[in-house]
């Protein structure tokens, strides 16, 4: 989503591939690198590309980078993603801040025997994306002059786009964006203690009624157009309030 290209002066940049025990990156438009850096006083470490279970990668790859973030003392998680829109109020362009998800994709990253010390056996996740975090998120966008939207995603497996009954079932159960990645990452995160800020890029709106076929093409240069206002906007966040995190 371009956040790292908002970094000041970056220190070091590693290949995910350069990295042990990191899967290897198939998804399409990601560079597949670890950028560290600072944006005003807040030190981060930015992540460009991440992994899916679509990939035949399991939940536990899915989320292992943000293991690894949690060893490394990071207590701050901002997630992006591209999505599909689903509420009929939302256009191609829009920002959403996650208020909460739905996890479609049939699996969850904390099933098996749980290590006591990245967290509780069951992590409550009736604030799964921190409220304050969301706030703040909202009082940068006022400032740039950014319209944000706030509601919840739906993450599927993937890899297949949805079908019109499919979303017409997603808005029944109260979903306003869907994609294939962020649960994941979100539900080891909330496990580890982090505070997590979700962002949804909307590259299309879904109408049941009057389905258009889509393709990943067309998503990517969609979310490459509105990239650098997400990017603006998660700088703006963390300039405006004292953070330390991961992009």
Do not use: C
């Amino acid at each position: 989503m371009g956040a790292a290209a908002q970094l000041e002066d970056p220190e070091a940049i590693f290949s995910f591939s350069d990295i042990p025990g990191f899967p290897t990156l198939m998804a399409p438009g990601q560079t597949g690198r670890i950028s560290a850096g600072k944006i005003g006083s807040t030190e981060l470490l930015a992540l460009e590309g991440r992994f899916h279970l679509y990939e035949g990668h399991s939940p536990e790859a899915v989320a292992f980078p943000v293991r690894v973030m949690q060893e490394l003392g990071i207590q701050t998680l901002i997630l992006s993603n591209a999505a599909g829109g689903i509420n009929p109020h939302f256009s191609p362009g829009d920002i959403m801040i996650l208020t909460d998800h739905i996890n479609l994709t049939g699996q969850n990253a904390l099933v098996g025997p749980n290590e006591e010390a990245w967290g509780v056996r069951f992590p409550d996740m009736s604030q799964a994306y921190d409220r304050p975090l969301s706030r703040m998120a909202e009082k940068a966008a006022a400032t740039l002059g950014i319209s944000i939207q706030k509601g919840i995603y739906a993450g599927l497996l993937g890899p297949s786009l949805e079908t019109p009954a499919e979303t017409r079932y997603l808005r029944t159960i109260g979903a306003d964006a869907v994609g294939f990645s962020t649960v994941h990452e979100t539900l080891v995160a909330v496990h580890a203690g982090m505070r997590v800020l979700g962002l949804s890029l909307i590259t299309n709106v879904h109408d049941p009624n009057h389905p258009q076929p889509l393709t990943s093409d067309q998503v990517i240069l969609a979310g490459k157009a509105s990239a650098s206002t997400l990017a603006t906007l998660i700088r703006e966040t963390f300039a405006a309030y004292d953070l330390h995190g991961i992009l």
